[in-house]
């Protein structure tokens, strides 16, 4: 069994995606973003703006006023709504696609973090599994490393010299130790 190596593959792939979002989202590539802000405000502001003046046209008329200056105040009521509706529309089509885009940003984000700590987890595991397995192996060493070092043993090994072996057994016949 061989230690364990620590893997990234989930951290790389999510960091590769959110690579790919940030691209797409912020930078120059975000300017086509404020393109399409704009294409959105010019149609709304269009349709109020005509609804308005043509309000404001038919309001001239009924007070009484000539077809010119009708379709003058018409007309001016189309421009000021124009502005007005262009301006408001614009912004908060831009800051609704700014907020959308840091969203997919943000929640790639936490992504990459949870990538991250399941890399982390799975090293952690396979290395808790490694330690285990070793310390079962060292276990088995050290059970045999204490069995041979058994004192009695050690007592026997000193017991085989010939010559103390001898010189014990015959103090022992002479009546010593």
């Given at each position: 069994?061989?230690?364990?190596?620590?893997?990234?593959?989930?951290?790389?792939?999510?960091?590769?995606?959110?690579?790919?979002?940030?691209?797409?989202?912020?930078?120059?590539?975000?300017?086509?973003?404020?393109?399409?802000?704009?294409?959105q405000a010019q149609v709304q502001a269009?349709?109020?703006?005509?609804?308005?003046?043509?309000?404001?046209?038919?309001?001239?008329?009924?007070?009484?006023?000539?077809?010119?200056?009708?379709?003058?105040?018409?007309?001016?009521?189309?421009?000021?709504?124009?502005?007005?509706?262009?301006?408001?529309?614009?912004?908060?089509?831009?800051?609704?696609?700014?907020?959308?885009?840091?969203?997919?940003?943000?929640?790639?984000?936490?992504?990459?973090?949870?990538?991250?700590?399941?890399?982390?987890?799975?090293?952690?595991?396979?290395?808790?599994?490694?330690?285990?397995?070793?310390?079962?192996?060292?276990?088995?060493?050290?059970?045999?490393?204490?069995?041979?070092?058994?004192?009695?043993?050690?007592?026997?090994?000193?017991?085989?010299?010939?010559?103390?072996?001898?010189?014990?057994?015959?103090?022992?016949?002479?009546?010593?130790?």
């Open positions: 069994m061989s230690a364990p190596k620590y893997s990234s593959s989930n951290y790389d792939s999510a960091a590769a995606r959110y690579q790919q979002l940030a691209d797409k989202y912020s930078g120059e590539n975000a300017y086509k973003y404020a393109d399409t802000a704009a294409r269009k349709e109020a703006a005509e609804s308005e003046g043509a309000a404001a046209q038919n309001l001239a008329r009924n007070a009484g006023y000539s077809r010119a200056k009708a379709a003058q105040a018409g007309a001016a009521a189309r421009a000021s709504s124009y502005k007005n509706n262009y301006s408001n529309s614009y912004a908060n089509t831009l800051s609704n696609i700014q907020t959308a885009n840091s969203n997919a940003l943000n929640a790639q984000q936490a992504l990459l973090q949870g990538a991250s700590q399941k890399d982390s987890n799975k090293y952690q595991s396979d290395s808790n599994r490694y330690g285990a397995a070793m310390g079962a192996v060292g276990g088995v060493f050290t059970g045999a490393a204490n069995a041979l070092s058994d004192e009695s043993k050690k007592v026997i090994y000193a017991k085989t010299d010939c010559d103390k072996r001898r010189e014990e057994l015959l103090s022992r016949l002479k009546g010593g130790k």
